[in-house]
């Protein structure tokens, strides 16, 4: 099952970024967001043949240093077992490594927590709200470190996907007393709903906002026939405490490999 859910985030990636299958690895990249780690990557895909999947990394590092990229992002099909060996083989090229959840809402109910009652929650239809978002989206990515020009253009790049006709993409936003607090993503396709994109501003959070949204997109989600709800969080990332007691379970891990010349 595990190989569906990536095929749904290789499809949300294709929102954004071309895509070249090269048969045991697939290439991403966004000519408009050539920046944005997410959108320019290299997935390893689950039939490589794992006694050259060292020299395969290897090989890609020195292409990227030849072409000089400023960075290079690898991503491990979650069917394939990285040994801690290997791990640290990689950490030895250069490599930052982090561990991406696949976590699915079990039996589609929520957990016990509910969200704040005192908020609004909506999908983003109108010119106002898509401009709240991309705000907010700016505020949480500078908070987050990221600088403001680049933040700038990446919540101008989301903006566009949003706004496209037919969008599979959806920008939900929460409100409290009229200001927006916390934005999300909800991309749908097939029998599948991706949550994405979750933040809420530090002086709102473990106040019941975030589980609100959660209510409001696996509600959308649920009504729009969706079977399967899940998200990717990092194994060491604060969320994963909150999805956790809404009623997320993990049921894969990938491995993602990053370095750069900063």
């Known amino acids: 099952m595990i190989r569906n859910f990536r095929s749904i985030e290789n499809s949300y990636i294709e929102n954004f970024a071309e895509m ?10 966004d000519e408009k967001l050539p920046d944005m780690y997410a959108f320019n990557c290299i997935l390893v895909k689950e039939n490589i043949n794992m006694a050259t999947i060292e020299s395969f990394v290897a090989d890609r590092l020195d292409q990227a240093i030849s072409n000089r990229q400023d960075f290079l992002n690898i991503i491990i099909h979650p069917e394939l077992e990285i040994t801690e060996i290997l791990k640290e083989r990689f950490i030895g090229m250069g490599f930052k490594i982090q561990t991406n959840l696949y976590m699915k809402l079990s ?5 016990s927590i509910k969200g704040n009652k005192n908020c609004v929650v909506v999908r983003a239809g109108s010119e106002k709200e898509y ?7 700016i505020k949480t990515s500078i908070n987050a470190d990221m600088p403001a020009e680049f933040a700038m253009e990446k919540s101008l790049r989301k903006k566009e996907v949003f706004q496209q006709k037919n969008s599979r993409l959806l920008s939900y936003l929460c409100y409290y007393q009229d200001i927006s607090i916390g934005k999300c993503e909800l991309y749908m396709k097939d029998e599948y709903a991706k949550i994405e994109d979750f933040d809420v501003l530090d002086n709102y959070q473990r106040k019941g906002f975030g589980t609100a949204m959660l209510e ?3 509600s959308d989600a ?16 604060t969320p994963r405490e909150m999805y956790e007691k809404t009623g997320f379970e ?5 491995v993602e490999l990053f370095c750069s010349k900063k």
């Open 107 to 111: 039996d589609n109910k929520l957990g």
């Open 20 to 29: 070249e299958d090269r048969g045991d690895h697939i290439i991403f990249w």
């Open 131 to 137: 401009e709240d978002g991309q705000r907010l989206d």
């Open 222 to 237: 649920l009504e729009s026939g969706k079977k399967y709800i899940y998200l990717i969080t990092g194994k060491a990332d």
């Open 216 to 218: 409001k997109m696996i």
């Open 250 to 254: 993990i049921i894969g891990e990938e």
